[in-house]
């Protein structure tokens, strides 16, 4: 069975700082990895996702992601944080057969002025 | 494209009640994804239906959920008998894949968070 850890349950960065947020995961196969991003009271936004190809990926609001295989992970990275990031960040490992996600547990990102 | 719309946005019941959920996904989206989130953790997949045909139900599914997508556009989740542990937040997403496509991207509505008293 697939699953995914995220580490860090709460990450407090200063604004301005470079971030990098931890995820691995256990799938047998190759693996379809996201990012997605939760504020209060909103939805699920996409940040990026990988499928194949080029192993660093590139995403919204200034995000990017390296997979790496041999480590099984799947790292979220910003170089310059806006206290507007400010949020729960969930990563997620998709099933070949309806791509149904199993999402890790979150890491809920504060920034400081 | 409005986005995946669920209603209500909150629901407050009474353990032993009966509660009905709807989602409406993006227009021509074939996918739609039902997942459940406890609050500190991360959404955890429910069941999914390809247009009308429910394909896939996890066992977190108990007899007392049902989920239904008659048209192959929206969709309802019903939950019999409520009890206290189904107090969670439940998600809807859609994805415009079409059969045995695995590599589309889920979109995610605001949620319905329920309250059993």
């Known amino acids: 069975a697939q699953s995914v850890t995220q580490p860090d349950i709460h990450i407090t960065v200063s604004e301005g700082a470079s971030l990098e947020l931890r995820c691995n995961y256990s799938?047998?196969?190759?693996?379809?990895l996201f990012w997605y991003v939760q504020s209060p009271g909103q939805g699920l936004q996409l940040l990026l996702k990988?499928?194949?190809?080029?192993?660093l990926v590139q995403g919204i609001k200034g995000f990017e992601a390296e997979f790496k295989r041999s480590q099984s992970s799947f790292n979220l990275r910003k170089p310059s944080v806006h206290w507007s990031d400010a949020a729960e960040y969930f990563c997620?490992?998709?099933?070949?057969?309806?791509?149904?996600?199993?999402f890790g547990g979150g890491t809920r990102l504060m920034v400081k002025p | 494209d409005t986005g995946v719309s669920q209603n209500p946005r909150h629901k407050i019941t009474k353990r032993g009640q009966n509660v009905t959920f709807r989602c409406d996904p993006i227009?021509?989206?074939?996918?739609l994804y039902w997942y459940r989130q406890t609050l500190g953790q991360g959404p955890e997949f429910l069941t999914y239906?390809?247009?009308?045909?429910?394909?896939?139900k996890s066992r977190l599914l108990s007899d007392r959920f049902s989920a239904e997508r008659p048209k192959g556009s929206f969709s309802t989740l019903e939950i019999q008998r409520t009890e206290q542990g189904d107090s969670a937040m439940y998600l809807c997403?859609?994805?415009?894949?079409?059969?045995?496509?695995?590599?589309?991207?889920?979109?995610f509505g605001p949620g319905t968070r329920l309250t059993v008293l």
């Open positions: 990988y499928f194949s190809g080029d192993t």
């Open positions: 227009s021509e989206h074939n996918r």
């Open positions: 997620a490992v998709g099933a070949h057969a309806g791509n149904m996600l199993t």
């Open positions: 799938y047998g196969a190759t693996p379809y």
């Open positions: 239906f390809q247009n009308e045909a429910q394909l896939e």
């Open positions: 997403a859609s994805s415009p894949g079409g059969s045995g496509d695995f590599t589309d991207t889920q979109y």
